[in-house]
């Protein structure tokens, strides 16, 4: 019924961009908060960036400053535009939305991820 997929991650150098881009499909009710997670081998999943559906967000520190988070409502897209990229930034980067399916209902949505890897 819902389904999330990333784009736009690759190989770079550092110091280097990327932008990445997750789409919605399938039935998707209202989306309200999105966000970026990551994962790097050996390592938890953690918060990159999160934004609600009026457009406010949030990043972690590691990251404030360099990276970017957006939304296309209307489009149901999710971006992430990563600048002065570091090799530490190297991880699967996954797209999760949390959809209102009802007054009392909500549901959690992941991205299958994509690859970001960061030469030194």
């Known amino acids: 019924q819902v389904q999330l997929v990333e784009s736009g991650g690759g190989l770079v150098q550092a110091g280097g961009s990327l932008r990445l881009s997750c789409a919605a499909s399938g039935r998707t009710f209202q989306i309200n908060d999105m966000g970026w997670y990551r994962q790097a081998p050996g390592k938890q999943r953690e918060l990159v960036a999160a934004i609600g559906s009026g457009g406010n967000s949030n990043y972690a520190d590691s990251v404030k400053g360099r990276f970017t988070i957006s939304r296309d409502n209307a489009k149901k897209l999710l971006f992430l535009q990563m600048s002065s990229l570091k090799p530490e930034d190297t991880a699967v980067y996954y797209c999760?939305?949390?959809?209102?399916?009802?007054?009392?209902?909500?549901?959690?949505?992941w991205g299958q991820g994509t690859q970001v890897t960061v030469s030194s």
């Open positions: 999760h939305a949390r959809l209102v399916v009802s007054i009392e209902a909500r549901l959690d949505v």
